[in-house]
């Protein structure tokens, strides 16, 4: 599809090359298998992670210890492709360079980066990002999951839901309660008192791994505590790192919708011409192509500002909240332009439509970053 406002021209040469060297991966190596991963509920992680690793897709903006180092920019060009896939692939990719890496990275001894970070940047070991609670979700503060001095060592007993890659990690990073407020844990999912099962029978994010986590006396020695950072800002940012791929990611999903309801446009004949051809059809695709276009000038805009140091989080929410749900809007109008074809899985766009329901809800709900957007223009917290 013609890039109509060249929003490309923005991007430097390395930066076209990542997006040349995912749109490519993608098109040979997801796009003819996801449907059935999202039919079966399955995503081959271990046979992928490699793949991601040694094309550097993960940590890749983190520098040394074998992540790529990129700017922030390329980072959400590349998770706008990924996302073009599915939602499900970006999203592996961003546990494990944001939420899993990025606090290894951030606030690890180097003991813990050295064992991790290099594993994980080539896709050998996977990690997860245990945040949210049963009970617990837009607040994580109110958190129950508790780890408690004894000796030398912690033990850790609570419980996460709604973690991706959960049951296929090899560690997750635990958020907890501590005397001391809130630590970030460094829990190998081989520790006894660790169990990870599968959350079954979601109908969004189904080529993606969701899992409960739960630790029952988890014995970790004193070196499993990130030493670096207390509190819930550690979190916070893992998540607005997170947030800025979904920001790009957000517009990959909504370019395949557009993508398939233009060509299907163009093709379905009705009436004796093809449907495309109807004035009404040409006003659902115009204004989709503005929906995309406008998201794709937030990101480019945010990516600016990330690799200039200057993007807070009041910024993230916006493009967060903004471009999501223009990706939504689009996906659904989409779906009605392909008829009862859109509700199948032959083509890409009851996929996307179903995914972005959980990213309106992950990494901060809709209704959060309203609250945040809010707050910054009257000055008043409407949480609580
Ligand atoms: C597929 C999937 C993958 C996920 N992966 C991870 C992961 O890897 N790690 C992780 O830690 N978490 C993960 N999550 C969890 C996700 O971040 C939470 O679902 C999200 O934060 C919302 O929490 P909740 O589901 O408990 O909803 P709740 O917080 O219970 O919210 C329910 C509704 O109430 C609204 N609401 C809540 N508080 C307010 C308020 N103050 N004002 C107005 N409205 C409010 C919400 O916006 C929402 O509409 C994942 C979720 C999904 C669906």
């Known amino acids: 599809m013609d890039d109509l406002l060249r929003l490309d021209d923005r991007l430097d040469g390395d930066q076209r090359l990542i997006r040349d060297t995912v749109r490519s991966f993608v098109a040979d190596r997801v796009l003819p298998h996801v449907g059935d991963w999202f039919e079966e509920g399955t995503f081959p992680a271990r046979e992928l992670a490699p793949e991601l690793g040694s094309l550097g897709l993960l940590g890749m903006h983190l520098e040394g210890h074998g992540c790529a180092g990129t700017d922030a920019t390329s980072y959400g060009v590349a998770c706008r492709e990924l996302e073009a896939g599915d939602s499900g692939l970006r999203s592996f990719v961003s546990v494990q360079g944001s939420l899993a890496m990025f606090p290894i990275w951030r606030y690890g001894s180097e003991e813990q980066k050295s064992e991790w970070l290099p594993r994980m940047a080539r896709g050998e070991a996977i990690g997860c990002f245990g945040l949210t609670e049963p009970d617990h979700g837009s607040d994580p503060a109110s958190m129950r999951t508790y780890a408690k001095r004894d000796g030398a060592d912690w033990v850790l007993n609570g419980s996460k839901m709604w973690i991706t890659n959960g049951s296929i990690a090899d560690v997750a990073v635990v958020w907890a309660q501590t005397d001391d407020g809130i630590r970030g844990f460094i829990v190998p999912t081989d520790t006894p008192g660790f169990s990870a099962p599968e959350i079954r029978k979601k109908l969004s994010l189904r080529a993606s791994v969701t899992s409960s986590l739960y630790f029952d006396d988890v014995r970790l020695p004193s ?162």
């Open 223 to 384: 070196s499993a505590v990130l030493p670096g950072v207390r509190g819930l800002k550690g979190p916070l940012s893992c998540l607005s790192e997170a947030r800025f791929g979904i920001i790009w990611g957000a517009v990959g999903a909504a370019r395949a919708c557009v993508e398939s309801a233009v060509e299907y446009a163009q093709t379905r004949v009705q009436f004796g011409k093809p449907i495309g051809a109807f004035q009404l059809t040409q006003e659902k695709l115009a204004w989709m192509y503005v929906g995309l276009a406008q998201a794709g000038l937030t990101a480019l805009h945010l990516g600016a500002l990330k690799d200039a140091g200057a993007l807070e989080p009041r910024q993230i929410s916006f493009g967060k909240m903004a471009n999501v749900r223009a990706a939504l809007d689009i996906a659904r109008e989409a779906r009605s332009i392909l008829g009862g074809n859109g509700i199948t899985l032959e083509y890409p766009v009851i996929r996307h439509m179903n995914n972005l329901e959980s990213v309106l809800t992950y990494e901060g709900t809709q209704e959060i970053h309203t609250l945040v957007l809010g707050e910054a223009l009257t000055g008043l917290s409407a949480y609580r």
